[in-house]
């Protein structure tokens, strides 16, 4: 996907305007007078301290629920007034929490991606679709795992296989929540080397990443929004909004932010006591 015309900007993937979301048994505000754009080709992260409402938009993203007020523009469609289950088909999603048969092997898997189900539907899958699942594999650079058990692959063998999957219905729009859960450091590594790869094969994937680890975030990573108890505090531009002054009001203490080829890094600005 690329810019409508010379010089315009890409078209419009997601769009969130005005938009609210209540809890339904105690008018509780989980998100407040979201406004957000995601383009083709961008690459956000979004973060925030635990309970800011992170989940909430990539479920109104992922056409996984409705907004209480406002309105919500995926992919062209507008939710309500699409069939839900059609739309979250070309939608790419990764997360820890997926369920996935742990005696099924990662080529099935990836299979599965293809009929957006948890068990196989073998029918579905000429030798076309075979073939693609196993060309992701090569590609997210896991090509020997294809027979492996998915229950035997570790952490970050898991999280690639699971992006794998989520490509197979070549998505203009790719959500993964909190993917680097629970990987030890080579695995961190190996996932975020694919993402970057991934964002620069790839040139009109959008992608939304949530975590809680700016050292998880890959060079691609362009834009962020921050949110906060349920609304925007900051968006755009990652070198605009990865800094110590939105950092330290978005998590509520002192905030150190560096960069390193491209890489970014958080730490405690916590003064300490002066040495006598």
């Known amino acids: 996907m690329t810019a409508n015309a ?94 996935v048969p742990l005696d099924a092997t990662a080529h099935t898997v990836v299979l599965t991606g293809h009929t957006g189900t948890v068990q196989p539907l073998w029918r579905k899958y000429d030798s076309q679709v075979r073939d693609r699942a196993a060309a992701l594999l090569a590609e997210l650079e896991i090509k020997e795992l294809g027979e492996r058990a998915y229950g035997v692959c570790s952490g970050g063998q898991c999280a690639r296989i699971l992006v794998a999957r989520a490509l197979m219905a070549d998505p203009s729009l790719l959500l993964l929540d909190e993917p680097f859960n629970a990987l030890d450091l080579p695995s961190r590594e190996d996932l975020v080397d694919a993402m970057h790869g991934l964002a620069t094969s790839r040139a009109g994937l959008a992608t939304i990443t949530v975590t809680h680890h700016l050292e998880e975030l890959s060079p691609a990573i362009s834009h962020v929004l921050l949110l906060k108890e349920g609304r925007v505090l900051s968006s755009g531009p990652a070198e605009q909004v990865l800094t110590a002054e939105w950092m330290t009001q978005c998590f509520g203490r002192p905030i150190e932010v560096s960069r390193h080829d491209g890489r970014w890094l958080a730490r405690s600005g916590r003064v300490r006591p002066a040495t006598p």
């Open 6 to 99: 010379a010089g315009a900007a890409p078209s419009a993937v997601a769009v969130l305007d005005g938009v609210s979301v209540r809890r339904h048994t105690t008018g509780q505000a989980i998100l407040d007078d979201i406004d957000w754009t995601v383009r083709a080709g961008q690459h956000w992260a979004l973060l925030g301290a635990n309970g800011a409402g992170k989940t909430t938009v990539l479920r109104l993203i992922g056409a996984l629920m409705h907004p209480t007020t406002g309105t919500v523009d995926v992919l062209g469609h507008r939710l309500g007034r699409v069939d839900m289950r059609e739309l979250r088909a070309h939608i790419g999603l990764v997360s820890s929490a997926q369920k």
